[in-house]
Antibody, heavy 120, light 107 residues
Framework: QVQLRESGPGLQKPSETLSLTCTVS????????WTWIRQSPGKGLEWIGN???????DYNPSLKSRVSISVDTSKNQFSLKLTSVTAADTAVYYC??????????????WGQGTLVTVSS | EIVLTQSPATLSLSPGERATLSCRAS??????LAWYQQKPGQAPRLLIY???NRLTGVPARFSGSGSGTDFTLTISNLEPEDFAVYYC??????????FGQGTRLEI
């Protein structure tokens, strides 16, 4: 059974860089796309970006100038960096796997989420 | 960016009743829409993909329909564990992948 687990600081100061890592267990990171999604308190889901195991990444245009996603296949991990954070970046951050379902990919495995609070 | 609008925001029903949740897209997404269920403190769970295909293990009381811009998730004979928040999601036109704002199904 594939499992994902997010890790990283739960508290960030404004203007800092948020760094989170997702560790994949029970399966290989190879041959899949991996994604980051966040959910602000009491709000809906926002797709941040994704990465293929080869390192090719796509980002939400609304965050593209501040986001970077990388992958380390040797550790079965992928990571998120979000620069210049503000209180608006306070959210639960989820990592998820994308799998092919016929023609498109959907998110079939998720981490439990990690709350990141941005506050001075 | 394709905007997904879900209605109603909150749906109050009782166990045994039938729930009908709507998701409307700002432009056609073909049949490429998914539905997720999220319970408090948990990550979303994929229920339906390509508008009407149930993921393996999802009870048959969950069904999806629609194409183009109008989609429906129907839950027949509600069980207590079905009360949760439901999100629709598209990736026909991306980036970005977008989600609806959710429908809260409450007892």
């Amino acid at each position: 059974q594939v499992q994902l687990r997010e890790s990283g600081p739960g508290l960030q100061k404004p203007s800092e860089t948020l760094s989170l890592t997702c560790t994949v267990s029970g399966g290989s990171i190879s041959n899949y796309y991996w994604t980051w999604i966040r959910q602000s308190p009491g709000k809906g889901l926002e797709w941040i970006g994704n990465i293929y195991y080869t390192g090719s990444a796509d980002y939400n245009p609304s965050l593209k100038s501040r986001v970077s996603i990388s992958v380390d296949t040797s550790k079965n991990q992928f990571s998120l960096k979000l620069t210049s954070v503000t209180a608006a970046d306070t959210a639960v951050y989820y990592c998820a796997r994308e799998s092919w379902f016929l023609r498109f990919r959907y998110f079939d495995y998720w981490g439990q989420g990690t709350l990141v609070t941005v506050s001075s | 960016e394709i905007v997904l609008t879900q209605s109603p925001a909150t749906l109050s029903l009782s166990p045994g009743e039938r729930a009908t949740l709507s998701c409307r897209a700002s432009q056609s997404v073909g049949s490429y829409l998914a539905w997720y269920q999220q319970k408090p403190g948990q990550a979303p769970r994929l229920l339906i993909y390509d508008a009407s295909n149930r993921l393996t293990g999802v009870p048959a009381r969950f069904s999806g329909s629609g194409s183009g811009t109008d989609f429906t998730l129907t839950i027949s004979n509600l069980e207590p564990e079905d009360f949760a928040v439901y999100y629709c999601q598209q990736r026909t036109d991306w980036p970005p992948i977008t989600f609806g704002q959710g429908t809260r199904l409450e007892i």
